[in-house]
T-cell receptor
Framework: GAGVSQSPSNKVTEKGKDVELRCDPISGHTALYWYRQSLGQGLEFLIYFQGNSAPDKSGLPSDRFSAERTGGSVSTLTIQRTQQEDSAVYLC???????????FGPGTRLTVL | AQSVTQLDSHVSVSEGTPVLLRCNYSSSYSPSLFWYVQHPNKGLQLLLKYTSAATLVKGINGFEAEFKKSETSFHLTKPSAHMSDAAEYFCVVSAVDSNYQLIWGAGTKLIIKP
């Protein structure tokens, strides 16, 4: 596709379960970002991948959160032992280069019961 | 370090009247500034961006924003509101000292009254 895609679009899980969120960036984009938007809040930066460099994990809120990017393309954000406060919309963005314009996916709405 | 402040959490205007969404920023370096819009149940869409060229930036759907360095502001305006403009608007700053991460404002909900 022409844009950033994310799956699933909606995820409902029980507290304590692990979840995986997927992001397919625009082909050729070397930079990939994960953000989350909690209800009533602005977007919060989580993690950033740039090419083959070590990712910038400075925004991850706890060690329950991790992400990887395989082959410089698809990225997976994993949340272990989910908590109710993890409920949010998780957004992925990619850009052609580090300082390039970021294109956003539609997001995954995560609800932790 | 950068920060962004959107001065109003909600703005309500009548259809056909002007729109003003206020944004102030702080940045140690020359920033890039953006306005994004999020319609209900839809993804984010870029409205416009400022990247050190013309200080008055025109975007899509009749929106524009003016970069005022002396006031550290990047307010979003539109001469005449339309019902379809009802959405959440985010002011965003990006700069080299934040690794070009986007620093987001909390958002302003624009309500259009018929």
């Amino acid at each position: 596709g022409a844009g950033v895609s994310q799956s699933p679009s909606n995820k409902v899980t029980e507290k304590g379960k692990d979840v995986e969120l997927r992001c397919d960036p625009i082909s050729g984009h070397t930079a990939l970002y994960w953000y989350r938007q909690s209800l009533g809040q602005g977007l919060e930066f989580l993690i950033y991948f740039q090419g083959n460099s070590a990712p910038d994990k400075s925004g991850l809120p706890s060690d329950r959160f991790s992400a990887e990017r395989t082959g410089g393309s698809v990225s997976t954000l994993t949340i272990q032992r989910t908590q109710q406060e993890d409920s949010a919309v998780y957004l992925c963005a990619s850009s052609l280069e580090r300082e390039g314009l970021q294109f956003f996916g539609p997001g995954t709405r995560l609800t932790v019961l | 370090a950068q920060s962004v402040t959107q001065l109003d959490s909600h703005v309500s205007v009548s259809e056909g009247t002007p729109v003003l969404l206020r944004c102030n920023y702080s940045s140690s370096y020359s920033p890039s500034l953006f306005w994004y819009v999020q319609h209900p149940n839809k993804g984010l869409q870029l409205l416009l961006k400022y990247t050190s060229a013309a200080t008055l930036v025109k975007g899509i759907n009749g929106f524009e924003a003016e970069f005022k360095k002396s006031e550290t502001s990047f307010h979003l305006t539109k001469p005449s509101a339309h019902m379809s403009d009802a959405a959440e608007y985010f002011c965003v700053v990006s700069a080299v000292d934040s690794n070009y991460q986007l620093i987001w404002g909390a958002g302003t909900k624009l309500i259009i009254k018929p």
